[in-house]
């Protein structure tokens, strides 16, 4: 016996797919969806690291690349996947700190748990971490972000 469970996360890249392949079909939607996944990730991952070092990573795009097509992308956790790179990119918004981006913040929250709790919870623990790192008074030993 079947039964139907209602699911509310781990499930962003699912509706993408089925909204995109009511318009494409289901092929053309699996070769658009995984693309745009591993650009959300890519970009994410090269936002964040461009954010906190404060330079543009080019030496670091084949590193980048091979994490994005590493084991996740490999075993098809597409969800989680692009949890994470939505997360970095919401980090990379919260680090420059300023009203929009706090807007941003708030707007891709539930875009990432509804992808995959995961990343939102990584999300929320390195916020906390970093806004309690922030009220710390700087010694003068380490430049704090």
């Known amino acids: 016996m079947y039964t139907s469970v209602r699911q509310w996360n781990n499930v962003l890249f699912d509706i993408a797919l089925f909204q995109t ?19 959300v990730f890519f970009w994410g991952v090269f936002a964040f690291v461009a954010t906190v070092t404060k330079r543009v990573p080019w030496a670091l795009v084949p590193c980048i690349a091979m994490l994005a097509y590493g084991y996740s992308f490999s075993m098809g956790f597409l969800n989680y996947y692009l949890s994470i790179g939505l997360a970095c990119f919401t980090l990379a918004a919260f680090w420059k700190g300023g009203a929009g981006n706090w807007i941003t913040v708030l707007l891709l929250s539930p ?12 999300l929320a623990g390195t916020i906390i971490y970093v806004s309690l790192w922030r009220l710390i008074p700087s010694i003068g030993v380490c430049s704090c972000p």
Do not use: D, M, N, R
Not at 28 to 36: Q, R
């Open 111 to 122: 875009l990432i748990f509804l992808a995959h709790p995961i990343g939102f919870f990584w």
């Open 21 to 39: 392949a009511k318009i494409f079909g289901l092929h053309a939607a699996e070769l658009f969806v995984v693309s745009a996944s591993v650009l």
